[in-house]
């Protein structure tokens, strides 16, 4: 049988290295054709050393970027997991889909900006979008089951609440960044892992949600699980809830979508039910607002998603920096989103001007 080849951007991260893991337990059937990293030269000069014939590309350097979309294109993988963070991963998305490559997706910032134009080129080009995210990938499996028109009434995403669950907002007030950073389910990286504290991991998601299934935002709901077990459910309209579970690890949903339309045995661990508490709560929006922006921004359309996305980067960028506190988040976010941000969400220069509006708002506002 003929290997597939594989194009990992963001090779150096969490996504990457669990691709990585999932692609060395069946190395007879993967071909590693480009690795790319942003700024960790080390980290990249040690996994090219596993996979000597594959393009190796630093975004961080001279002209990165545009290497990377040109080694995209030049290497015309049969797969590209995007493992990419935040906002750069969208134009590496669409060289994918150029260049005749079926797009594992991690990076839910390709869809919550120009979804609708990504999806549409995905179609014309003939190529499947598997999204890799744990709760994404557990209803693109589900609804594969479910095909009748009409059939779902409800989408519910799993949230495991992140470290600030049971604090309170004055509590919420005085947390740390390194506070910030202990997740207690998930091993991701810095950015993700703010985005989880904050519940804006889960707004992205619920955006995400919106857009690649075609659901209204009334459709998506959000609920607190803080085992990280049940990745998400489907409700149909006979009431009934169908749920995806296994155990928090990334490593799950990406051997789903690099072996996808196949289902595959797996080495990794089953979940185990002999000791299982599994609990549920609704999320508090009071405490987390990022969840009730982030629906607005669904509900409104055009480019209230791509602000929403732009405006939490900086100021989760800003608090890492310590130049503003956890709860400033939020507060950024919702000034930025008061402006208008109708325009064509289907035009990609309008999406990057948008994006980068929102940016300089943003910088702005973190200075105050």
């Not at 803080?226 to 809830?241: A, E, F, K, W, Y």
């Not at 506190?325 to 939020?330: A, G, Y």
Request: aromatic residues 6%; hydrophobic residues 40%.
């Amino acid at each position: 049988m003929k290997k597939k080849r594989i194009a990992i951007l963001g090779a150096t991260g969490s996504i990457g290295k669990s691709s990585l893991d999932i692609i060395c337990r069946d190395s007879e059937n993967f071909e590693v054709v480009l690795l790319s990293g942003h700024c960790c030269r080390e980290k990249l000069n040690v996994i090219s050393k596993q996979f000597p014939s594959a393009v190796t590309v630093l975004t961080s350097e001279e002209s990165g970027k545009e290497k990377l979309l040109k080694s995209v294109l030049e290497t015309k993988p049969d797969i590209t997991i995007n493992g990419i963070s935040g906002a750069a991963g969208l134009e590496p998305s669409i060289a994918a889909i150029n260049a005749g490559s079926h797009l594992a997706l991690a990076n839910k910032e390709t869809i919550v900006m120009a979804g609708e134009l990504v999806i549409k080129l995905a179609k014309e080009k003939n190529i499947n979008i598997i999204p890799v995210d744990s709760e994404h990938s557990a209803i693109f499996h589900l609804l594969k089951s479910f095909t009748q028109d009409n059939l779902i009434s409800e989408i519910i995403l799993t949230a495991s609440g992140g470290p600030f669950r049971n604090k309170t907002l004055q509590e919420l007030e005085k947390v740390t960044l390194q506070e910030t950073l202990a997740h207690p389910t998930w091993n991701m990286g810095q950015k993700i892992t703010i985005d989880s504290a904050s519940m804006a991991n889960k707004g992205l998601e619920i955006i995400e949600a919106c857009i690649f299934f075609n659901m209204p935002i009334d459709k998506i709901k959000v609920v607190i699980h803080p085992q990280s077990i049940v990745h998400s459910m489907i409700r149909l309209c006979n009431g009934v809830i169908y749920a995806q579970l296994s155990k928090p690890d990334m490593r799950h949903p990406i051997h789903d979508a690099i072996y996808f339309p196949n289902t595959t045995p797996s080495s990794l661990e089953p979940l185990n039910f002999d000791c299982l508490t599994l609990e549920f709560f609704k999320p508090d929006t009071q405490k987390f607002p990022m969840l009730t922006f982030a629906q607005e921004a669904a509900k409104k359309g055009a480019l209230y998603p791509c602000a929403y996305n732009a405006v939490n980067e900086e100021a989760v960028a800003a608090f890492l920096n310590q130049k503003i506190k956890f709860t400033d988040i939020p507060k950024i976010t919702e000034q930025v989103l008061q402006s208008d941000w109708t325009g064509d969400c289907m035009n990609l220069e309008t999406v990057l001007e948008a994006d980068k509006k929102a940016r300089e708002i943003s910088k702005e506002l973190v200075k105050k």
